[in-house]
């Protein structure tokens, strides 16, 4: 037998373990619930696979001319070899392509290899620390097969044909037995597939899934995620695609403050769930570990001692309670995610079981929730209180007969005496524009958003519920408000319940007003230097980091950027309920950001969110002072009369 | 052997004190919660027993809590409680309830005249309880963190103190499959209550402040009343007859002007 028919019979025996593998990996995901999905979206992977995970991946380009290089090399090798061993050509050209795509792949491994020398440690070793040398065996391997026949001696052929043997393990084997190929596979699909198929249209999709309240939906008779098996199977084979490069952990807040969360490790225990049946084992209580994963450990919490099956509880056998209860559900690990993960979902799904099936919350959790559904309020206040700050400023509360352009929804903040003034300073503004508007008053409830976050899907759609029969029984065009977690639910979250809605961050409202000319401002006399913090459900949840800026240069001050801002802005700790299941870490998140304010010398720490007043004026010491873009905005109207 | 068969918890309507909603009393949910712990334990079978209207949202509150099931004695808005309750309570080999309720006449009397009129002792302000092979001892609350171990006879009444260690866990799953459950014969008794038929209920505007006779005392002395009862100051009353100790007090409160009458 020849060479060449050698390589036709690897090439095919490849083939046939991949497909096995594949089946194999497939059953692992279908062991998931049943989800919506459509199959024409395979034809969609090329154009996601270009435009949507490149624009994450083109972040890092060093690692995106890498993973050209290396993929794309390799994808036309294969192609090639399926064309002419697959089919038995034996064309030399082709050889001659074979050979190019090769190299280009060689260069592109030489550089993962480069980058591994010196890997920094959000990126796992283990499994992957051999890519670098497969990847190599199976490119060299083909590279010298491909050389014209003459110049191959017969032992060098062998060698080389025991590399690309040794090469052709990792993908052919290495998929289905779930090792770190099967990313490659696992990814394409998951962009057919993806749980959220509006990222794809360039749209944000941060509004989580309402679950259904009024049945026992599961047969196992719980709420929300008990065990792997309780993901969507679109979920589970999300989870496989993680290619462990650790951008989540390096973007975690939680992870940066020492507390017992690494989104990475979080997938990837999921990973170890999912792939195990306690089934298939003779030992029925048999259970896969974490050992070897090999990448930074949830800050505190030793690797090895965990594990979990498929239809095991994953709490806390598998994972810890403190590690979900650690997430401000700030989403910067999604933002961060090249392979598209959904992290945020998973870790509330997880949240919904503990909270609405075992009732088990740590710190004030519990007291939070109680107050929500026995007042409507986080801090268990009377809901008339919540507009005292307004007593003395002549504004109309709405009613139903009264018509009014925009409704000013307050939140919770409204009973928080430092947020009052944010709350003054954009009445001012709004009646400065002459703009035609009134407070909620006491109709208004709280919007539910914190329960939500908590996992209490039951006392969200409740508070959902009753807010939308207030909403839809007054008349107004637009609702204002000052605080992002409002706005994300009234906006995102309401629609599910019927409730639709233009929602405005008070930033946006006042920067269209500024623009038109409506609202005249002066110019700020704030000589210090001046930087401005993203609120996570501002920036990332919705979209929004123009019209704050934009109103800050309006009135002639600077923005001098943090290390993270934006849409990449970094976390307060303020969010996901954080603060009230208060798990302990090294430092404090907000201690973080503040930090990030003094690095570049900022004096004025500019917000949009009554979360983030309070987490960062609650840091202790010498620290910048934190003004709303309302105060800083308000009191350029003083100067002008 | 145990000597516990039947253990029945009393829950009572609560009501949040600003938004008027109706609500568990977190004083009986912790009781509740002891009692459903201990029955566990023990194998006992625990029952959660309320008298008043089966529809009151509240009740639901107590099935997230854990009940499982409420048994509910409907009655109407002016029945005493007391004596509907004590034939409902043959059975128990122990009752628990908590200190006070959080609405109606909201006297803490409750556990004293039911312990009365079935005849069975009674331990107030307990934190936890341990079963014992023909008794239970209960670790009792006093002031300035001072505990005593009581040990009682059963069956008996015992009432928790609003500040016995037990968390409770609100899940919306057992409040959705939990069962309320109306008791087939209505009691009708012939004692009506004073409060259902002359009061009226409103959420309060204010905090209720507490009495107290203003003290002028060091940093110090301030710190060792709040941790020793010795130097607390005052009296103990232990001689005479009790009008002339409720004499005593109403002299106290008058020296303080705590009373204008
Ligand atoms: S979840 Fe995403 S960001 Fe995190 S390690 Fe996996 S692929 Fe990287
Ligand atoms: S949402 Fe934020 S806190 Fe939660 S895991 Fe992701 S990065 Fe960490």
Request: charge should be positive; hydrophobic fraction near 45%.
């Amino acid at each position: 037998m020849s060479i060449q028919h050698l390589i036709t019979l690897l090439f095919w025996l490849a083939t046939a373990t991949l497909l096995a593998g594949l089946w194999r990996r497939s059953q692992l995901w279908r062991q998931g619930q049943s989800a919506d999905f459509s199959w024409i979206n395979l034809l969609a992977i090329p154009k996601r696979y270009f435009v949507d995970l490149h624009h994450v991946v083109s972040r890092e380009p060093f690692i995106a001319r890498t993973h050209v290089a290396t993929a794309g090399g390799a994808v036309a090798a294969l192609i090639l070899v399926a064309i002419n061993y697959g089919l038995m050509l034996y064309w030399n050209v082709l050889n001659w392509a074979i050979l190019i795509a090769t190299a280009i792949m060689l260069v592109g491994v030489f550089f993962v290899w480069l980058r591994r020398r010196n890997a920094p440690s959000r990126l796992s070793r283990g499994a992957w620390s051999r890519l670098p040398y497969s990847l190599a065996a199976f490119a060299i391997g083909l590279l010298v097969l491909s050389l014209p026949v003459s110049v191959l001696a017969g032992s060098v052929a062998v060698l080389a044909l025991i590399l690309l043997m040794a090469g052709s393990a990792e993908l052919a084997l290495g998929i289905g037995l779930g090792g770190p190929m099967k990313h490659a596979i696992a990814g394409l699909l998951h962009l057919a597939f993806h749980p959220r198929q509006q990222r794809f249209n360039g749209k944000l999709s941060t509004a989580l899934k309402p679950i259904a309240l009024d049945v026992i939906t599961l047969e196992n008779q719980e709420f929300g995620i008990s065990k792997p098996s309780d993901f969507k199977w679109n979920q589970l084979l999300g989870f496989d695609a993680c290619v462990q490069c650790g951008k989540c952990e390096a973007a975690c807040p939680a992870f940066a403050a020492g507390q017992p969360l690494n989104p990475k490790k979080l997938i990837q225990d999921l990973v170890v769930g999912f792939s195990h049946d306690e089934k298939s084992s003779h030992d029925k209580n048999s259970k896969g570990t974490d050992a070897k994963f090999a990448g930074s450990p949830y800050p505190g919490m030793p690797i090895g001692e965990h594990s979990g099956s498929i239809h095991a509880p994953i709490v806390p056998s598998l994972i810890e309670a403190e590690t979900l209860w650690s997430c401000t559900t700030c989403r910067a690990c999604v933002q961060e995610c090249p392979m598209l993960i959904e992290h945020v979902d998973a870790i509330v799904g997880l949240r919904r079981n503990l909270t609405l099936t075992k009732g088990e919350l740590p710190g004030s959790a519990p007291q939070t929730l109680e107050n929500l559904r026995q007042t409507a309020t986080v801090g268990g206040f009377d809901r008339k209180a919540r507009y005292y700050w307004a007593v003395d400023l002549n504004v109309k509360t709405i009613a139903p007969n009264i018509p009014v352009d925009i409704l000013l929804i307050a939140g919770e903040g409204a009973f928080d005496m430092r947020y009052q003034r944010t709350l003054r300073a954009l009445v001012k503004l709004l009646k400065a524009a002459k703009v035609d508007f009134a407070l909620m008053g006491e109709y208004e409830r709280d919007t539910g958003d914190t329960a939500r976050r908590l996992g209490d899907e039951a006392t969200f759609q409740k508070l959902a519920k009753l807010n939308i029969e207030t909403l839809n029984s007054l008349s107004f065009k637009r609702i204002v408000t000052a605080d992002p977690h409002v706005l994300h639910s009234l906006k995102n979250e309401y629609a599910a319940f019927g409730g639709n809605y233009e929602v405005l961050h008070h930033s946006t409202l006042l920067a269209q007003l500024a623009a038109s000319g409506q609202l005249k401002l002066g110019k700020s006399d704030e000589t210090r230097k001046l930087t401005y913090h993203d609120p996570c459900y501002l920036g990332r949840y919705n979209g929004e980091t123009e019209s704050p800026r934009a109103l800050l240069k309006s009135i002639g001050i600077q923005v001098n950027e943090m290390e993270r801002s934006g849409m990449r802005g970094r976390c307060c700790g303020g969010g996901g309920g954080a603060p009230l299941t208060d798990i302990p870490g090294k430092q404090r998140i907000p201690d973080i950001r503040i930090a990030d304010a003094r690095t570049i010398g900022a004096e004025v720490v500019a917000v949009g969110c009554p979360q983030c007043t309070a987490m960062l004026e609650g840091v202790v010491g010498n620290r910048p002072e934190i003004l709303d873009i309302a105060q800083l905005l308000a009191s350029t109207l003083e100067l002008e009369s | 052997m145990n000597i516990i068969k039947h253990i029945t918890t009393l829950v009572s309507a609560g009501r949040h004190p600003v938004s008027g909603e109706p609500r568990h009393c977190h004083n009986d949910s912790l009781a509740m919660t002891i009692g459903l712990d201990m029955a566990k334990s023990i194998s006992a079978k625990h029952h959660v027993l309320h008298a008043g209207n089966p529809d009151n949202k509240a009740l639901s509150e107590y099935l997230a809590l854990g009940a499982g099931q409420i048994d509910v004695i409907p009655i109407s808005d002016d029945t005493d409680v007391v004596d509907c309750l004590a034939t409902q309570l043959n059975h128990a080999d122990l009752i628990l309830t908590g200190s006070r309720a959080e609405s109606g006449e909201d006297s803490s009397l409750l556990p004293y005249l039911l312990a009365e009129k079935i005849g069975i002792p009674l331990v107030v302000n307990a934190l936890a309880i341990k079963v014992k092979a023909n008794t239970i001892e209960v670790l009792q609350f006093l002031p300035k963190g001072k505990r005593r171990h009581v040990t009682v006879k059963l069956p008996a009444i015992i009432a928790i103190h609003p500040l016995a260690p037990a968390s409770l866990k609100f899940s919306y799953a057992r409040q959705i499959s939990g069962a309320i459950k109306t008791l087939l014969v209505p009691y009708t008794s012939t004692s009506t209550s004073v409060h259902k038929t002359q009061w009226q209920t409103l959420a309060s505007i204010r905090k209720p402040i507490k009495l107290k006779a203003p003290e002028n005392k060091s940093g110090h002395d301030r710190m060792m009343s709040a941790i020793s009862s010795e130097s607390k100051g005052g009296a103990v009353v232990n001689n005479g007859n009790s009008v002339e100790k409720a004499q005593v007090i109403l002299g106290y409160l008058r020296e303080h002007r705590l009373i204008n009458f």
